[in-house]
Structures are given as C-alpha cells and as structure tokens.
C-alpha cells in the first residue's frame, strides 16, 4: 500500500497570498497518477488537478500541480478567500488507491 | 447532467448488515468504473472500493476485505455496497462516485453521501 503524507496539516495564510502544500509518497507513484481534491466545510470533494499537473475541468489557473516520483506539489498563486478549505492528495496508480490526511488552509 | 444518489445508510449494530446503493443518471453508466469512498465524522477521505465498468473486476481497502462485497446492475444504473460484520469504526459518510475515464482509479464525480453509524 502506498502511505502518502501531506504537509504541513494546517497551514495559515491570508488572502492574496502564495500557498504551497506538499504530498510525499512512501513508493514511486507511478505515470504521475497523483490527484488533488479540496474538501471545503459540508460539502464533497472536488477534483482539481488528476495526473500531477493537469487541472480539472473549470478550475482556476491559480491552482496548479507539479511533481513525479514520490514528491508532489499543489501551489495556488494567490489566496481567494473561496480557496480556504480543507486540501487531499490521492494516488490512483495502484490499489488500494490511497488519499493523504489533509491539509487545511485556514484564513490568518 | 451526471447524478450519483446514495441511499440505505443508517444506524446498525457491530456485527450486523447494511446495503448501500447507489442510482446514476446523466451518462452511459456502462462504460466508467465506480467507487465507493468514505469519511469518518471529523476525519479525512478513505478510499474503499472500486469496480469495474462491466463489473468483473473488484478491488478493496484492507480493512473491508472479505466484509464488504461491491457489485453493479448496468441494467439498473445502480451500485450496491453489501456490508457485512459492520465494526465501529466502519461508522462514516460513504460517498459513491465516478471514475474519470480516461483513469479508472480516479474519482472524479462524487454523490453527497450516505451516513452509516455502527453503534450499540
């Protein structure tokens, strides 16, 4: 099973600000099968990156992913204050296709 | 446009059975893989299960292995969630959602949940 580890668990930050967020994973996830999900209170999941890098359909273009291997990276470039929620990695390059513990971006 | 409804959630005692199912509309249920994800109140997302578009093919956590079975009716647009030997800390919102198709691993469009509390 690949464990992936999100950091940091909270992270907070002010709108119009740069976040970074990071996913390490305990294997090589393999073709880039990394995802990144954000989760914001009451509500489901929303898909926003799918192969490390490219983003879901109607995302913003301030939301963007990179990496390979076992290290991955969401960046949003600047803070809206929608952007405050609570952000999942997951891997679907192997089963069982494992999510990170979460990240929260709280407002500072 | 493409619905997931979840349903059969509710409060069962450790060690017994629910089923949970899920109705899809808005696509050709036939031709993606589903999955069923969940959420423990408070905590993060755990992938639980997927199955195939033809439904051949399952695959599980760990911890639902041999007590959980994932089935399909493409006849019925629906997916089942047979749970069986429910432990407490089955107790969880469980989400069905749909694979994106190009990456059957993946779920992209997800239902709003289904609460299963497993308690004495």
């Known amino acids: 099973e690949i464990v992936l580890t999100q950091s940091p668990d909270t992270l907070s930050l002010s709108p119009g600000e740069r976040a970074t967020l990071s996913c390490r994973a305990s294997?090589?996830?393999?073709?880039?099968?990394l995802a990144w999900y954000q989760q914001k209170f009451g509500q489901t999941p929303k898909l926003l990156i799918f192969?490390?890098?490219t983003r879901s359909t109607g995302i913003p273009d301030r939301f963007s992913g990179s990496g390979s291997g076992t290290d991955f990276t969401l960046t949003i470039s600047r803070l809206e204050p929608e952007d405050f929620a609570v952000y999942y990695c997951q891997q679907y390059g192997s089963s069982p296709y494992t999510f990170g513990q979460g990240t929260k971006l709280d407002i500072k | 446009q493409v619905q997931l409804v979840e349903s059969g959630g509710g409060v069962v005692q450790p060690g017994r059975s629910l089923r949970l199912s899920c109705e899809a509309s808005g696509f050709t249920f036939s031709a993606y893989a589903m999955h069923w994800v969940r959420q423990a109140p408070g905590k993060g997302l755990e992938w639980v299960a997927v199955i195939s578009d033809d439904g051949s093919n399952e695959y599980y956590v760990d911890s639902v292995k041999g007590r959980f079975t994932f089935s399909r009716d493409n006849s019925k647009n629906t997916v089942y969630m047979q749970m069986n030997s429910l432990r407490v800390e089955d107790t969880a919102v469980y989400y069905c959602?749909?694979?994106?198709?190009?990456?059957?691993?993946?779920?992209?469009?997800w239902g709003q949940g289904t609460l299963v509390t497993v308690s004495a």
């Open positions: 294997q090589s996830i393999s073709s880039k099968y």
């Open positions: 959602a749909r694979a994106l198709k190009a990456a059957a691993g993946l779920p992209f469009h």
């Open positions: 192969g490390a890098s």
